[in-house]
């Protein structure tokens, strides 16, 4: 079976038969180029990567860590159809990797993983929502590029019988699978949930026909597995790759942390991420007996990582430390202190920082592996080797449970919450359609409970941070009045 078939290029709704193919230009070129110009991805520049971007203009948010994810991605996939036997006769189209990389974080909601929460647990008996989720309906039903009534210029969202039309981007099969990370469809109530109160990963009820459409043009309609294709995996991989190096050169730049730093945190930390490594680990490579990870991997990690930048002492205090009329006392305090002005410059020095975040993602990109499939080359799976696995791990890890999950982001983030879920109750009470926008008060207009509360989910999961501060601030009364703005 080949990697690519012409399944793979077909649109959800078939290209206008007048057109004829544009030989310059792939069909994933144009879904790339569709994704650029599209409002959702313009909106990522407003959206919290780790810190609020009205802290500092240094910090990376949503749309500069897509755009780096799929630089990341696109090199792997240069890179093995470079080194890799299984892509010397067919090679893989960099071009829908990098899409991939571009649109993953389209579904994220404003404030982060607290938003995701928030809306989950409004939408817990309609649905429910996941990030992951979001970013597909998004590309395949929400954006106003195209929808299935298109004739002599008229474009209808909703027919007749008010069945949804709406088919987003209009975006190529292959290309929708690559940003299907889980396919698991979540459940419409959460007592049907394994875990009710948690957020299920996965993708929409009402996105289950296009599911069985992906897989028909992909794989084949004999297929009846889980699918998460190639350029999936590569893209997943890639976005280990930026939380686990550029989250922490953010927080090196804030001065939350600092490379000595990540040696003292609580023994609670290490265990943590010691846990959730070991979890992930028995996913991913089943063949790896995970009890050797413990707390105490997790510190050897973090000094191999460091260990070039940190922890090579200069010769001068190499003869120092040699002397014998020094005591142990002084020696100890001067290599700490060596030590310490080593770790004060990495985390303030910018050029430092680079070299030292470049260096890993050029380690990390030459330590991938390709898992094949026996039956399925679109299934062959690409994954970090172990070793490079347990470094990205421990530094994404480390990163979350002692900053993302610190006191001061948890405040932010808890009073996000509650934003989102005022704004929900709001919108969602009697005549509270009457606060959306035109556009979303017509798909509420006579629309069954669950539209209505899907569509007032997706307005709210498209908002930036800022636009839903005022958003609540109109609503609530915390800043001034106006009619003049539109919604």
Known sequence: MPLYSEGDSQRIVPDNNSKAPEPYRSP???????????????????????????????????????????????????RLNATEQHFVKEKLEPDIVEFAGLAHDLGHPPFGHNGEEALDECMRNH?????????????????????????????????????????????????????????????????????????????????????????????GKDFSGKLKTIECSIMDIADDIAYSTYDLEDNFKAGFLTPMGLFALDDEIYAEVANTIRQR???QYPEFENDVIDADLVRQTLYFVFKEMLFGVSDDLKATVRSRELGWGVKKM????????????????????VQFTSQLVQVF?????????????????????????????????????????????????????????????????????????????????????????????????????????EFYGRLYGTNQLTIHKPL
């Open 28 to 78: 994933w070129r144009r879904d790339f180029a569709r994704l650029i110009h599209s409002p959702s991805f313009r909106r990522l520049q407003g959206k919290t990567q780790v810190f609020p971007g009205h802290e500092s203009d240094f910090y990376r948010n949503r749309l500069t860590h897509s755009l780096e994810v799929a630089q990341i991605a696109k090199s792997i996939a240069i």
């Open 127 to 219: 649905g429910g929502f996941e990030g992951n989720a979001q970013s597909l309906r998004i590309v395949s039903r929400l954006e106003k590029k195209t929808t299935a009534h298109q004739v002599e210029g008229t474009i209808r969202a909703f027919d007749a019988n008010n069945e949804d039309l709406r088919r987003g981007l209009n975006l190529t099969y292959r290309s929708l699978a690559a940003i299907l990370k889980y396919d698991e469809k979540i459940p419409e109530r959460a007592a049907d949930r394994a875990k009710p109160k948690e957020v299920v990963k996965g993708y929409y009820g009402e996105e289950e026909y296009l599911i069985r459409k992906i897989k028909d043009h992909v794989i």
């Open 365 to 469: 990109l030459s330590n991938i592996e390709v898992v094949p499939h026996e039956k399925y080359p679109q299934l062959h799976n690409v994954r970090l080797t172990l070793p490079a696995f347990l470094h990205v791990e421990v530094l994404k890890n480390i990163t979350f449970h002692a900053i993302i999950k610190s006191p001061g982001l948890q405040v932010v983030e808890y009073r996000g919450k509650d934003i989102i879920k005022s704004i929900f109750t709001s919108l969602n009470q009697k005549d509270g359609v009457r606060l959306l926008p035109d556009d979303f008060q017509a798909i509420c207009k006579g629309a069954p409970e669950m539209r209505r509360m899907r569509a007032i989910c997706d307005f709210i999961a498209g908002m930036t941070d800022r636009y839903a501060l």
């Open 334 to 353: 001067m290599v700490a202190a060596e030590v310490q002005d080593l770790s004060r410059n990495l985390a303030r020095d910018g050029y430092q920082r």
């Open 281 to 283: 680990a028995a996913k």
